[in-house]
T-cell receptor
């Protein structure tokens, strides 16, 4: 499986934008880039995903480099409730039925400063 | 929809005891899975199922059994608990597909003494 590399931790001020980077230099052509986050004492929750083009949803934006070897999750206006561990995950390209596993790294722990 | 539910929320076991962690989903998802999360680490896949009657091993299956008799339920059994199984356990479900979102339960915190 292709691997991702994320900083261990980041800090941001409340109400400011946050850019969370992820490197995935060995990404395959049809690997999707998914982001999940895990709030304290909760299960992971889906944030956003993309393949080649930048994506926006109500939670965040995902900017994907043209060569797809890196991506950035953008929280446009961080709140205290965004403090969590953010995981960048490549979905297995094999696509065999049942090959749905998510390979979690250690993620980036985001701290929001009031 | 209740989503993915897990019971119990917290459990203490003695070494050698057995127990079943329950997981249920009401979204008619075919795919269900169990992960464990140790302190400071990401989640690791234990077992998964692609539908009723079908299960398979993940990354760390030793010491755990699963079955899938219905679409809704996917229990995880610890036959003889060991301190190394102290962890937080998460159940997840989804519709199969690379673009599909996986939904996670709130977790069961297990302490084995």
């Amino acid at each position: 499986d292709a691997k991702t590399t994320q900083p261990n931790s980041m800090e941001s001020n409340e109400e400011e934008p946050v850019h969370l980077p992820c490197n995935h230099s060995t990404i395959s052509g049809t690997d999707y880039i998914h982001w999940y986050r895990q709030l304290p004492s909760q299960g992971p929750e889906y944030v956003i995903h993309g393949l080649t083009s930048n994506v926006n949803n109500r939670m965040a934006s995902l900017a994907i480099a043209e060569d797809r070897k890196s991506s950035t999750l953008i929280l446009h206006r961080a709140t205290l409730r965004d403090a969590a561990v953010y995981y960048c995950i490549l979905r297995d390209r094999l696509g065999d039925f049942g090959n749905e596993k998510l390979t979690f790294g250690t993620g980036t722990r985001l701290t929001i400063i009031p | 929809n209740a989503g993915v539910t897990q019971t119990p929320k917290f459990q203490v076991l003695k070494t050698g005891q057995s127990m079943t962690l329950q997981c249920a989903q009401d979204m008619n998802h075919e795919y269900m899975s169990w992960y464990r999360q140790d302190p400071g680490m990401g989640l690791r896949l234990i077992h998964y199922s692609v539908g009723a009657g079908i299960t398979d091993q993940g990354e760390v299956p030793n010491g755990y059994n699963v079955s899938r008799s219905t679409t809704e339920d996917f229990p995880l059994r610890l036959l003889s608990a060991a301190p190394s199984q102290t962890s937080v356990y998460f159940c997840a479900s989804s519709v199969p597909g690379q673009q599909e979102t996986q939904y996670f339960g709130p977790g069961t915190r297990l302490l084995v003494l």
